[in-house]
């Protein structure tokens, strides 16, 4: 009975891949809309992930926001070797997460369960266009901007449109534009519609999507029942390296009208 089971999520997995045109994905049984443990248990695969997929020498490992990223930060365990140095870092400021599940917040909370290092990237929401230009010429945001740029991994969720625009208090006209423009799902500050079309963006501070095409190690983490319709979404636009991580719940609603 077991190793039916093993086969039949195995099958799920690579149906989703395949799907999804990704190198893999990672399915946990259950659905994380009812069962937090769930998203520990994505949290014990992205650990082992990174534990895998970091190289030698030292790895720039980006990090976005959200509940999700949150949780998982507390699965991560000691990753530094005499041979493996790890840095982390936000991977876009500037979006308006509140500040426990901020990307910052998640960085340094990876890094010291890793063991490894982070840096902070202080660069607040809503600024003028003067302050953020002003801003993004000191040498200490620059330093960091660079040093985000040269990510080699990156680990983000991937999150239902207008949920995370009123969580981030996007101002009345904007989430009138995204319901126009039938936006679905939101990650790294960008919004798409259900064909995969970006939207929306948030100011670019940190990592574009361009960049994130360029990332060898890339995982995206969602699941739940809820959040099927953005997970569908945003996976058209993926870049082909990722490694999807969701479980059963978002699979099996994702595939039933494939
Ligand atoms: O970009 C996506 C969001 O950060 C997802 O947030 O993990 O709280 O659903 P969540």
Redesign the pocket.
Known sequence: LLMDQLTGMDQLEKRLATKFNIERCLIVSGNSDEQPKVVGDFGELVNDALHRRLQEGTNIIAV????????IAKHVTPMETPKRHNLFVPARGGIG?SVS?QANSVSALMAANAKGDHRVLYVPEQLSQEAYHTLLKEPSIKNVLATIKEANCVI?????AL??AV?RKMTEDEIVTLRQDRAVA????YFFDASGKIVYKAPPIGLSFEDVEKIPTVIA??GGKS?AKAILAYMKHAPEQTWLITDEAAANEILKGA
Request: aromatic content about 4%; overall charge neutral; hydrophobic content about 35%.
């Open positions: 976005m926001g959200g509940t999700t990223m949150a949780e997460e599940i983000h969720s991937i999150g239902r949920h995370m969580r939101e990650s790294f500050g983490v969602a959040k």
